[in-house]
């Protein structure tokens, strides 16, 4: 399994910034893709952004596009979610998640099957 430490939540004002940080460890070299999904109270967990490690192809939620950007950085091991122009309705608590799954089709990377491993989640809080 892949070890994810997750980093970067807090609490901000709607209109406001975050970066999430994805710290990955252990087997990274058997992941292919990494994504952010996020759970709100009440609701199940969604997809937000992915990555592939190699290419750096994006996927984004509709919900998300032209706000969020995910990026990484191969040499850290590590995934970045920059959130801008954040909205109450993207409080949840954000999860990382990497998948070892081989798909050439990046569409299907926003199915929670496709992760083995996952981060501990950090809780994420924007205010109206």
């Known amino acids: 399994q892949v070890q994810l430490l997750e980093s970067g939540g807090g609490l901000v004002q709607a209109g406001g910034s975050l970066r999430l940080s994805c710290a990955a460890s252990g087997r990274t070299f058997s992941s292919y893709v990494m994504a952010w999904f996020r759970q709100a109270p009440g609701k199940e967990r969604e997809f937000v952004a992915a990555?592939?490690?190699?290419?750096?192809?994006?996927q984004y939620a509709d919900s998300v596009k032209g706000r969020f950007t995910i990026s990484r950085d191969n040499a850290k091991n590590t995934v970045y979610l920059q959130m801008n122009s954040l909205k109450p309705e993207d409080t949840a608590v954000y999860y990382c998640a990497a998948s070892t799954a081989y798909s050439s089709n990046i569409y299907v990377y926003t199915s929670s099957a496709m992760y083995k491993s996952w981060g501990q989640g950090t809780q994420v809080t924007v205010s109206s």
């Open positions: 990555i592939s490690w190699s290419a750096g192809n994006t």
